[in-house]
């Protein structure tokens, strides 16, 4: 079945830039979307089709897709972007299955 | 206010049978793909299954043949059907809405409901 890899955790002081990365065979052919979710609430999505970011998402978050690795950036981190950050996209192989990432722990401090 | 409601939750022994519901609010649930994820604790997302705008429908390999997925037009509401469950179907289960982009992607998403299956 189809794959997205992610790092387990990340980490970057408070202004730094963080970047986590996703990999996946199917991307070249595939959007990429990422969601942000803080414990013990339901996930937000923070980029969709690769690089463009929902109303209300900080212009800090970027995303970027090439080749079969997808990248959400978040230039000058804050705490409260502190998070586990999923990617997401489907199945091209004609299972028309949603595929999550298995998430980054992104830490803040 | 746009807005998805999950509810239907609870403590069911192996081999038992729940049924979870999403109302919606704010849009309609017949015009847009909609979906289950879940969480299990400790873990990450997984997607469950999908239901198409014109009635077609999809599931993951674990939880065919066992999860039914549907909606209720005049309720505004999608269901998920679970029999047969399983200690692994222990999870959180969000119903979410479904935006057809290439594929389909999920900007919004209910608050959840607890699944747990157990003796």
């Known amino acids: 079945s189809y794959e997205l890899t992610q790092p387990p955790s990340v980490s970057v002081s408070p202004g730094q830039t963080a970047r986590i990365t996703c990999s996946g065979d199917?991307?070249?052919?595939?959007?990429a979307y990422w969601y942000q979710q803080k414990s013990g609430q339901a996930p937000v999505l923070v980029i969709y089709?690769?690089?463009t970011r929902p109303s209300g998402i900080p212009e800090r978050f970027s995303g970027s897709r090439s080749g079969t690795v997808a990248t959400l950036t978040i230039s000058g981190a804050q705490v409260e972007d502190e998070a586990d950050y999923y990617c997401y996209s489907t199945d091209s192989s004609g299972t028309h299955w949603g595929v999550f990432g298995g998430g980054t722990k992104l830490t803040v401090l | 206010e746009v807005q998805l409601v999950d509810s239907g939750g609870g403590l069911v022994q192996p081999g038992g049978s729940l049924r979870l519901s999403c109302a919606a609010s704010g849009f309609t649930v017949n015009n847009n793909y909609m979906s289950w994820v879940r969480q299990a604790p400790g873990k990450g997302l997984e997607w469950v299954s999908i239901?198409?705008?014109?009635?077609?429908?999809f599931y993951r390999d674990s939880v065919k043949g066992r999860f039914t997925i549907s909606r209720d037009n005049s309720k505004n509401t999608l269901f998920l059907q679970m029999n047969s469950l399983r200690a692994e179907d222990t999870a959180v289960y969000y119903c979410a809405r479904g935006i057809v982009s290439g594929a389909y992607y999920f900007d919004l998403w209910g608050q959840g409901t607890l699944v747990t299956v157990s003796s």
């Open positions: 089709d690769d690089n």
């Open positions: 199917a991307l070249p052919e595939k959007y």
């Open positions: 239901i198409y705008t014109d009635g077609f429908t």
